[in-house]
């Protein structure tokens, strides 16, 4: 079973429309994340919950909104999708909320193409 | 903020040993290293916390020198295996369960 799944590996959609990425872990962890990497392999967090509470928020546009139902679940929700939001998407989770110690999980990583 | 790594990127031929430098100009609480191949998912690879330790994993080893601010990864007889991008990732104190990751070094091992 795959430890940190995200659906769909591939969104190819038109700028203006709203999409969504779900993300599961089975891993019994408390915290999920978000992470963005663009064309240039940068990797950037976006989100970080433990419990299903928010708790890093970096500087993204409020145009993306992650919601987290259950602590094995963390969605991102894209509104008025525009170009520069091309790029891969990459959820992740670890044990706690602290890190020393704790390992982040990545999953396959969702790629998101805005024509 | 964002670590610095160097090399860029690096081509070696198959037995041949790299250094991947980590540099942050921020007090650091530990490092991560990870490894990514193209097209997938970065793969964890070690956790050096402060206290300047140095940890080995077969033929893969980092060292963190928190004085310094920096972390080095060492690939000793390098495989083809090992090709793909290196990133650390670092946490600062105080930072919660935030990790910051480097530019990334590309490793390419050939025949």
């Known amino acids: 079973d795959t430890a940190v799944s995200q659906t769909p590996k591939y969104l190819v959609t038109q700028m203006g429309n709203d999409k969504s990425i779900k993300c599961e872990q089975n891993?019994?962890?408390?915290?999920m994340y978000w992470y963005k990497q663009d064309s240039k392999k940068f990797l950037k967090i976006m989100f970080s919950?433990?419990?299903?509470?928010?708790?890093i928020n970096e500087t993204v546009p409020n145009r993306f909104s992650p919601k987290s139902p259950d602590k094995a679940h963390l969605n991102l929700h894209i509104n008025s999708l525009e170009l520069g939001d091309s790029a891969v998407y990459f959820c992740?989770?670890?044990?706690?909320?602290?890190?020393?110690?704790?390992?982040?999980?990545f999953g396959e990583g969702s790629w998101l193409t805005v024509v | 903020q964002q670590p610095v790594q160097s090399p860029q990127a690096v081509i070696l031929r198959e037995g041949e040993d790299a250094v991947i430098n980590c540099s942050s100009s921020?007090?650091?609480?530990?490092v991560h290293w990870y490894r990514q191949k193209h097209g997938e998912a970065p793969v964890f690879l070690m956790i050096?916390?402060?206290?300047?330790e140095q940890k080995g994993h077969d033929k893969i080893s980092a060292s963190f020198n928190e004085k310094k601010q920096q972390s080095s990864l060492y690939l000793t007889a390098s495989q083809l295996s090992y090709s793909g991008t290196y990133f650390c990732?670092?946490?600062?104190?105080?930072?919660?369960?935030?990790?910051?990751f480097g530019t990334g070094t590309q490793l390419k091992v050939e025949l």
């Open positions: 992740a989770s670890s044990r706690g909320q602290t890190l020393p110690g704790n390992t982040i999980y």
């Open positions: 891993l019994g962890h408390d915290t």
């Open positions: 919950y433990n419990n299903k509470e928010l708790i």
């Open positions: 921020k007090a650091l609480y530990s």
């Open positions: 050096l916390l402060k206290g300047g």
């Open positions: 990732g670092t946490e600062m104190p105080g930072g919660g369960n935030k990790l910051t």
